[in-house]
């Protein structure tokens, strides 16, 4: 499979490295056998219809920050060109998720589906700005559209919803969708104060580039908007949603709350009507209180009840491996 990488951050690195470390498996099991035809970072974009070096590629971006050094020249401007016209079966868009404009990634996916490639992304800004109007253009255009690491980072939430509890009915859902406030607040429980825990959480790779988007609150609404589309067929936007971050926490009212047997949380929900982002008390005993950058969400269903899932929300590998089911989920499509 022939594939254009665009954004090679921790999450692209991460893909590239489970390439390698599972490419007998890819064909063995799934007949993949995927080739990177072309790679865009900040610095530009290079091409190889043979290939990348996958190997080179990593060391090159370790070592020079910037693909572009790999020895084929290549700038920005050249992207869209490369989108449209390169020989490829899906185009990966891994850019940094922006709230005000989806740019450059809505730009990115809307001339891949043109051209006629299948897309998968991470990228939660296009889908949470203009869900109704890119599945529309994926389905005219006859494309697969894949978005699975939008919600949860490695966690198959969405997937969980819509085929798992296919033939029931959702009547709501409630949740953590942001690890990264997740594990502030869990970290303030242990002591650590605010920017400290942050911190902590950039290095680590789960924070957003611009951490501001995870504090108050605007990736959980993306991923409450995705979710509330895809799984209940609402038509929200993200200024549908009513949202409070958790930069006014104080490190006593999680302490506070804990004395009575509750952890702050930044929860996401959806009744069917409203979409709501804030932080409030949940009880430790309830499934979705969980610590650290674990997402949780429970589904309630009209006939099966209340259903929780749980897992890594955020994390450079998690993710990845999300952009790897939906290439296996391609391939099959491709196939059949
Ligand atoms: N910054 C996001 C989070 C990354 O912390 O959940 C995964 O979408």
Redesign the pocket.
Known sequence: MRLILLGFGVVGQSFVKLLLSHSTDLYNDYGIKPKVVACADNGGIITCDQGLDLDRLLNVKKKKKSIIHYGVKGNRSEILDVIENIDAEVVIELTPTNIVDGEPGKNHIISAMKSGKNVIT?N?GPLALEFPSLMELAEYNRIAFKFS???G?GTPILEFAKRCLKGDRIISFEGI?????N?ILSKMYEGLNFSEALQD?SEKG???KDPT??IDGY?AVA?LVIASNFVMNMKSTMKDVRREGIRDVKPSQVLNERKKGNAIKLIASCDGKNLVVEPKPASMKDPICVDG?L?AITFTCQHSGQQTIIGK??GGME?ASAILRDLIDIRSTIRS
């Open positions: 991470v939660k690491g939008t919600v980072g969708l942001n690890g990264t406030t594990y959480a789960y924070a957003e988007l995870d990736d991923k950058i997402n929300g955020a993710t």
